[in-house]
């Protein structure tokens, strides 16, 4: 792994501003993350292109560094839903129905993007993690989500998350699939998923959180184990780390501010607004890498 001077041209400015600036970039990082991983506007997506934008460039460090702050913005999850998931847990050990059908629902919805995530994920990163790849997955889960929403959102029979059936989890689960592709957003996919078998939106949206959880983890600790094969966690400076711990906590902040917004929103208003945004912002960057405001 190359030094924090990989990551910038070197210059007249004293090495602790451009250790300070590389931090600042992160800290943005994290914000974005907090942000946007669970709207309906692809986090991923949004932090490659900010990144891209503020020279926060794609390495093995920053690569994992985007998966890993992650974990902050799904600890805002376990922390906002705690009594709930606790609840469900206990009633799982009990051997009570509920506990038992939202496990069975969990493990079926996450079973298709972990296989394809554990096959695909290099290739994944080779050909779709950049700038290009994500604005067209921006302009086409924009529109699939204005096409789903219209025809699917007021058909909802399941009106509880417990209620969840086997064949319910397993369309979102393959809808879940759609997020290997940066720009299509997971919280969409599963939300569209939720919609199309028959999930209220408010439910649509919590299994839609539940099921980060143990996806985030899993893709999380695969990006440490790799990257401790390869270099060695051992290996990472001082500024990474603090990179880390910050990105680590303001992700958290972030998130469960925005989460609790967000569950808000989805109970009375549609979200094509957010398709809408994801439509603007696709053509607004084609037309500034055209007219070369920007390179991608």
Not at 129 to 138: A, C, D, E, S, T
Not at 187 to 205: E, K, N, P, Q
């Amino acid at each position: 792994m190359g030094s924090l001077q990989d990551y910038n041209v070197r210059s007249e400015i004293p090495e602790v501003f451009m250790d300070i600036y590389f931090i600042f970039k992160a800290v943005v990082i994290a914000i974005v993350e907090g942000i946007t991983e669970f709207l309906p506007v692809s986090s991923t997506g949004h932090m490659i292109i900010v990144g891209d934008l503020i020279g926060f460039p794609e390495t093995e460090f920053t690569k994992m560094f985007n998966v890993v702050i992650q974990l902050g913005a799904i600890l805002a999850i376990v922390v906002l839903y705690f009594n709930k998931l606790m609840g469900l847990l206990i009633s799982l050990l009990r051997g009570e129905r509920r506990g038992i059908a939202f496990t069975k629902a969990l493990v079926i919805g996450v079973i298709p993007a972990g296989i394809l995530g554990v096959l695909f994920e290099d290739i994944i990163d080779k050909y779709l993690f950049k700038p290009i790849p994500v604005i067209i997955g921006l302009f086409v889960g924009a529109v699939l989500l204005i096409v789903v929403e219209n025809r699917f959102r007021r058909k909802a029979k399941t009106h509880d998350v417990e209620d969840i059936t086997p064949m319910q989890a397993l369309k979102v689960g393959l809808f879940q699939c759609l997020a290997m592709w940066p720009g299509m957003s997971r919280s969409s996919s599963t939300i569209m998923g939720g919609w199309i078998s028959g999930l209220s939106s408010s439910v649509a949206a919590e299994f839609s959180f539940f099921l980060a959880i143990p996806i985030m983890l899993g893709a999380s600790l695969l990006k440490l184990v790799k990257f401790q094969m390869e270099f060695g966690l051992g290996s990472l400076q001082s500024t990474e780390l603090v990179s880390f711990g910050l990105g680590f906590v303001v992700a958290f902040v972030v998130a469960l501010i925005c989460v609790k917004g967000f569950v808000g929103f989805v109970k009375r208003r549609p979200m094509r607004v957010f398709a809408v945004y994801r439509i603007a912002i696709s053509i607004i960057l084609v037309l500034l890498a055209a007219f070369k405001v920007v390179s991608f």
